[in-house]
């Protein structure tokens, strides 16, 4: 069974910086794209930037520039590199396969407020 459990969350001020961290167990993520995604209050969740098995990266216009997506296949990891955030990155942040499967894990909270 596949579990994949985020953490790295929390409360920054606009500028700040978060790391976030997504282990899986029950998956070798390196066999997958992966990605992940944010689900701000009264909106649908999307896709915030995904790597390719292969290293290759990709990320919403939002966040380009800002975040980096990584991976570390021999510790079964996917991390997110948030830097100079902004409110508006506020969100639950998940990680998931692309395209996303039906299990979600319970997400990291990320709260930009001064």
């Known amino acids: 069974q596949v579990q994949l459990v985020e953490s790295g969350g929390g409360l920054v001020q606009p500028g700040g910086s978060l790391r976030l961290s997504c282990v899986a167990s029950?998956?070798?993520?390196?066999?997958?794209?992966m990605a992940w995604y944010r689900q701000a209050p009264g909106k649908q969740r999307e896709l915030v930037a995904a790597i390719t098995n292969g290293g290759t990266t990709n990320y919403i216009n939002s966040v380009r520039g800002r975040f980096t997506i990584s991976r570390d296949n021999a510790k079964n990891t996917v991390s997110l590199q948030m830097n100079s955030l902004k409110p508006e990155d506020t969100a639950v942040y998940y990680c998931?396969?692309?395209?996303?499967?039906?299990?979600w894990g319970q997400g990291t909270q990320v709260t930009v407020s001064s």
């Open positions: 998931n396969y692309v395209p996303a499967r039906t299990y």
């Open positions: 029950g998956s070798i993520l390196s066999f997958y794209t």
